[in-house]
């Protein structure tokens, strides 16, 4: 019953976490910027096709005034430059790139910028630091009751906010959250009950952790540790040769995972800023989106024969907001 009361407290506090934030934003890229620059990318090959690619998918949307979102940042550095100035001056030039491309300047909302603030990268090196030093973009699918006109664009409507957005009736939503999450729970609880019911004094070896738990905190009950992990298939070669030191950075943090236990793709990614952020650096630009290239990691995590799919889960991203990804479970 604890463990169901837990489930059941974690699910209505996601629902709030969840349905509170529902604000209707969508991160569409992000762009990462050299030191001490407001207009100079790490990679401006990639930025300017990044840049191209968002022109084109920003037109296409059929969006509002104001409803473009551009945040800037800068990593935390001791040298003359203002961070918070830092950041405008990329906010400012990222929608000054888009406005060059055909995009509307109606369509954005004043540029916000936020310095030194919501790391992804460590900020512990230099090679940590890259990820902080960046400008995300974002599509609010619900604009402003009152819109601000920008640039020389003519006065807008006043759109009221019960026409934009629908009511939803939020604590009925919580409500059958709630009701789903006890009898999945209820489920889940009978048929451990029934797979280890007629074996008395047997001892699991390898006990199932929680599975609400991002990852295992602990060894499992006997300490072994999986150290024939170079015995699963190898890497593949070929076009995803690109992709050989992410799958090495990849198998090295799973092998360091105890037998058994369940972790998810957020998990890793995790790790691999801390430990392996060159490699996360190295093969961001082959994607126009995070979703994608994140997407990419979990598919290489399925194809290292270490682990068995154990689902979904819901667990917090790099943004420090959750969102569902795979949950995988450590071979024994």
């Not at 910027?33 to 990044?50: I, R």
């Not at 969006?63 to 800037?72: D, E, N, S, T």
């Not at 990268?121 to 974002?138: A, D, F």
Request: aromatic share 10%; charged share 20%; hydrophobic share 45%.
């Amino acid at each position: 019953m604890k463990k169901l009361f837990c489930a059941a407290l974690f699910f209505t506090l996601l629902g709030f976490q969840v349905f509170g934030d529902a604000d209707g934003r969508e991160e569409i890229d992000f762009l990462l910027f050299s030191p001490n620059s407001g207009s100079a990318f790490v990679n401006e090959t990639q930025a300017m096709y990044q840049l191209d690619n968002l022109a084109r998918y920003l037109m296409d949307r059929n969006l509002m005034p104001g409803q473009i979102h551009i945040y800037g940042y800068a990593a935390a550095v001791k040298d003359a430059v203002d961070p918070v100035d830092l950041s405008r001056d990329r906010a400012l030039f990222t929608m000054s790139e888009l406005r060059n491309r055909g995009v509307p300047g109606n369509l954005f909302s004043p540029p916000v910028a936020l310095g030194e603030v919501d790391f992804w990268g460590s900020n512990l090196s230099e090679e940590g630091r890259v990820l902080n030093r960046r400008v995300r973009i974002l599509v609010d699918y619900v604009p402003p009751p009152v819109l601000a006109a920008g640039g020389d664009a003519a006065p807008l409507a006043v759109f009221p906010a019960d026409e934009l957005r629908p009511g939803v009736p939020w604590l009925l939503l919580l409500l059958l959250l709630l009701a789903v999450v006890i009898i999945a729970a209820v489920v889940f609880f009978a048929f451990r009950c029934r797979k280890t019911a007629g074996k008395p004094g047997k001892v699991m070896e390898h006990a199932a952790p929680d599975p609400f738990a991002a990852i295992c905190a602990s060894a499992a009950a006997d300490g072994s540790i999986d150290e024939d992990w170079e015995e699963a298939p190898p890497l593949k070669t070929g076009k995803d040769s690109k992709f050989a030191d992410m799958k090495k950075a990849i198998r090295d943090i799973i092998s360091g995972i105890p037998l058994g236990a369940y972790f998810d793709v957020h998990a890793v990614i995790q790790k691999m800023l801390q430990e392996h952020d060159d490699v996360y650096l190295m093969n961001v630009g082959n994607y126009t989106t995070a979703a994608h290239y994140h997407s990419r990691i979990s598919a290489i995590i399925a194809e290292t024969g270490m682990v068995d799919k154990a689902g979904n889960s819901c667990s917090k991203n790099i943004h420090a907001k959750f969102s569902e990804c795979h949950l995988f479970r450590r071979k024994l």
